[in-house]
T-cell receptor, first 113, second 116 residues
Framework: DQQVKQNSPSLSVQEGRISILNCDYT??????FLWYKKYPAEGPTFLIS?????DKNEDGRFTVFLNKSAKHLSLHIVPSQPGDSAVYFC????????????FGSGTQLTVLP | NAGVTQTPKFQVLKTGQSMTLQCAQD?????MYWYRQDPGMGLRLIYY???????DKGEVPNGYNVSRLNKREFSLRLESAAPSQTSVYFC???????????????FGSGTQLSVL
């Protein structure tokens, strides 16, 4: 049973528009959430994180929103750029420990010029 | 600025063959990890090492062994490869930020392994 789900395997967006990537989780004990970005033939790289004491965290063009009651996480990219085309993984932990991170299956974002 | 380095990048094995995947990090991190990534699934933890000389099983350890040779190096061994071990393998290391919690992972570029 997947505790972290990314239900959209792929998403296409026009350059300059907003990209919204979604993630749902089932474990109410999760209190630390991260997004990783992965380019082909490279390892995932950390993008942004949020603790459950917050409902929003921003870093430049990237904003993560957390809705604890809905057990839902989303990543907004504004404006989207072709270089944002990558696979995005969400991940969650109940302790903040990397040892106990649970990853979603990823969403392939394609930003069209 | 190497970060986490994995070798080899690609490998094809026949069923029953053995091999070792190598991983080294130059960031002085204490913790190191081996993950596998399969289509339609998230990264799953195979083994974990909190520090030199210690290792622990993750979610999917069967068919694998690991060695934490020193603080820098963490290897993954397949003693008798099976087609079910065809996957992309990632090594990672971590350090803690924000006080006592909230670790971030740093990944290597991965090894594409095919077992025929």
């Amino acid at each position: 049973d997947q505790q972290v789900k990314q239900n959209s395997p792929s998403l296409s967006v026009q350059e300059g528009r907003i990209s919204i990537l979604n993630c749902d989780y089932t474990n109410s004990m999760f209190d630390y959430f991260l997004w990783y970005k992965k380019y082909p033939a490279e390892g995932p790289t950390f993008l942004i994180s949020i603790s459950s004491i917050k409902d929003k965290n921003e870093d430049g063009r990237f904003t993560v929103f957390l809705n604890k009651s809905a057990k839902h996480l989303s990543l907004h990219i504004v404006p989207s750029q072709p270089g944002d085309s990558a696979v995005y993984f969400c991940a969650a932990s109940a302790t903040g420990s990397a040892r106990q991170l649970t990853f979603g299956s990823g969403t392939q974002l394609t930003v069209l010029p | 600025n190497a970060g986490v380095t994995q070798t080899p990048k690609f490998q094809v094995l026949k069923t029953g063959q053995s091999m070792t995947l190598q991983c080294a990090q130059d960031m002085n991190h204490n913790s190191m990890y081996w993950y596998r990534q399969d289509p339609g699934m998230g990264l799953r933890l195979i083994y974990y090492s909190a520090s030199e000389g210690t290792t622990d099983k993750g979610e999917v350890p069967n068919g694998y062994n690991v060695s934490r040779l020193n603080k820098r190096e963490f290897s993954l061994r397949l003693e008798s490869a099976a087609p079910s071990q065809t996957s992309v393998y990632f090594c990672a290391s971590s350090f803690k930020t924000g006080g006592l919690t909230n670790e971030k992972l740093f990944f290597g570029s991965g090894t594409q392994l095919s077992v025929l």
